[in-house]
């Protein structure tokens, strides 16, 4: 099996079973997201980038988290409710998952192992970045605070 992020596969948020091959040739940033942090107004800037950057061959994948604060609580249709309405969400939304202990999703025990943050491993709080290039290997890590802006350099360095 090959060691990249093409090996895994996730739900939409409207339930469908979708390949991280579909990706392939891509630069993709993955990031764990909470409708109800304080880091949450970060969706604009994401949402930003993506439609700079999408016609270049950014894909921006958002991981639905609740096990920071309780912050997203929310069902899948409520979450995608909250993405559109309050942000304009167009990248690709995935339903909710755990990216901390054993049942953590196998994309985020792939990156974790791939590229540790500051703290270890773990994933610190909602909206930490990973960085994919091309190739489907992970190339950096991004704090949950580093606002997307702050990710223009290295996106377009893998572009």
């Known amino acids: 099996m090959e060691d990249n992020f093409y090996q895994f596969s996730a739900k939409s948020l409207q339930g469908k079973e979708i390949s991280m091959a579909e990706y392939k040739g891509k630069v993709i940033l993955v990031v764990n997201t909470a409708s109800k942090c ?3 107004p970060q969706y604009e800037g994401l949402e930003t980038l993506f439609e700079k950057y999408k016609g270049k061959g950014l894909v921006i994948l958002g ?64 909206f930490a970045k990973f960085l994919i290039g091309r190739d489907g290997i992970p190339v950096k890590r991004f704090s949950p605070t580093t606002v997307p802006q ?3 350099t290295d996106i377009e360095k893998y572009l």
């Open 38 to 40: 304080g880091l949450t």
């Open 63 to 126: 991981f639905p988290c609740n096990q920071f604060g309780n912050q997203e609580p929310g069902t899948e249709k409520e979450i995608s409710d909250s993405c559109l309405v309050n942000y304009g969400v167009s990248f690709p939304m995935f339903s909710k998952i755990e990216v901390n202990g054993e049942n953590a999703h196998p994309i985020y025990k792939y990156l974790k192992g791939k590229l540790h943050g500051f703290f270890g491993k773990n994933i610190k709080w909602n």
């Open 150 to 152: 702050k990710l223009e």
